[in-house]
Every structure is written in structure tokens, then in C-alpha cells.
């Protein structure tokens, strides 16, 4: 069974630009996760989706927002980039009717903002 | 809303010693799942080990046990015969996948 992946592994944009980061769950998984993990620092709640509906937000700015498609995969759209976006951007998905609680990780994306 | 707190940004062990890892939460919910990853320097998280706040009974998978005082909200973390390939970040979440900061564990031959 294929896990959760995430493209690209590496993204590298210049200030201001838009990065687009895609995260597929595990088949037949229907909550998807999107999280921050800047340099030394924790992972930062960033979007939960489930059943293509945003049923959370943690607190980022708005320029930092996405989607889940009817298939269940997810994008993060992430506008006007700043340095201090650059960061490891992890997706999770989990069943959430049968296991609401155990989510499964890709490896995440890479974002350099230069 | 949820909030998980690890207050050890970084800790050590000897290998074959024990170490603990410290988690306090909070939450308004009555029964809930607390859990412990590891994210080693690949980056992939993985599941170490959960609790179910209703059981009373730590969860214990191999050497990795829980201590899980719910009236203190504590939920700590003991690794019993560290070996080197537990050198990790550690992250202690809710069953929001709320986490906390990570302790980063070191693990000395």
C-alpha cells in the first residue's frame, strides 16, 4: 500500500512568488493534514481538510490557504512568500471515521524562500 | 482548543540506560488519545506509541511505556534500554494532531 506522498521533495522561490505544494493520502484516507516545521522549531498546525471541507485552521495568514479535491488529495498555496517561509511543510492523512486520531506522514516538502 | 507542551527542547541517555520525555496537555474533551512520534533526521514521522484516555492501563509497545496521569494532564514517555537508533526529535500530540515543540533526544555509545 502506497503511503502518503508529497511534491516536490525541494522548492526553492525567490521572495513574493507563489508555491504550490501537493500532498496524496493513503488510499481510502479522508482527512488530510498540513503542517509547518520551520528550522528547530515544533511542528505548527497549519490546515486540516476532511471530506473536501476546512474543518480547522491553525494561525497563519491568509495568504496561506488550500484545498482538498473530490479524490481526497490536498494543495497549499502559499502567496507572497517570505524568507521566513522557508520551512519543512509536512502533509498527514488519517480515516477519520474509523481512527480519527492516527495519521500516517509523508516526507514532506522542502521550501527555500530566497 | 487543545494545547500540548514539551518542556524539554533537548535531552540525553547513555545507550542500554532509560530516559523519560515530559508532554503536559490540555483539553476540554473527556475521552481522547494522546501520542508519541518520532521523527528521526530522515523526516518521516512515525507512530511510537498511543494512549487511550479511558484506559487506565499505560500503553506499552517494546520499550517504549507511557506514565499517563489524566487528572495532571501528564503524559510522559519512557524509553527503557535506549539503543542508538533512538536519537530523534520526539513529539508529544493530541488526537487533533495538536503537537508540541519536540525534545530532541541524544543518544551516547
Known amino acids: 500500500e502506497a503511503g502518503v506522498t508529497q511534491s516536490p521533495t525541494h522548492l526553492i522561490k525567490t521572495r513574493g512568488q507563489q508555491a504550490t505544494l501537493r500532498c496524496s493520502p493513503i488510499?481510502?484516507?479522508?482527512?488530510v493534514y498540513w503542517y509547518q516545521q520551520a528550522l528547530g522549531l515544533g511542528l505548527q498546525f497549519l490546515l486540516w481538510y476532511d471530506e473536501g471541507e476546512e474543518r480547522n485552521r491553525g494561525n497563519f495568514p491568509p495568504r496561506f490557504s488550500g484545498r482538498q479535491f473530490p479524490n481526497y488529495s490536498s494543495e497549499l498555496n502559499v502567496n507572497a512568500l517570505e524568507l521566513e517561509d522557508s520551512a519543512l511543510y509536512l502533509c498527514?492523512?488519517?480515516?477519520?471515521?474509523?481512527?480519527?486520531?492516527?495519521?500516517?506522514f509523508g516526507q514532506g516538502t522542502r521550501l527555500t524562500v530566497v | 482548543a487543545q494545547t500540548v507542551t514539551q518542556s524539554q527542547p533537548e535531552m540525553s541517555v547513555q545507550e542500554a540506560e532509560t530516559v523519560t520525555l515530559s508532554c503536559t496537555y490540555d483539553t476540554s474533551e473527556s475521552d481522547y488519545y494522546l501520542f508519541w512520534y518520532k521523527q528521526p533526521p530522515s523526516r518521516q514521522m512515525i507512530l511510537v506509541i498511543r494512549q487511550e484516555a479511558y484506559k487506565q492501563q499505560n500503553a506499552t509497545e517494546n520499550r517504549f511505556s507511557v506514565n499517563f496521569q489524566k487528572a495532571a494532564k501528564s503524559f510522559s514517555l519512557k524509553i527503557s534500554d535506549s539503543q542508538l537508533g533512538d536519537a530523534a526529535m520526539y513529539f508529544c500530540?493530541?488526537?487533533?494532531?495538536?503537537f508540541g515543540t519536540g525534545t530532541r533526544l541524544q543518544v551516547f555509545p
Open positions: 500530540a493530541s488526537d487533533k494532531l495538536i
Open positions: 488510499s481510502g484516507h479522508t482527512s
Open positions: 498527514a492523512s488519517s480515516l477519520f471515521v474509523v481512527d480519527p486520531a492516527r495519521a500516517f
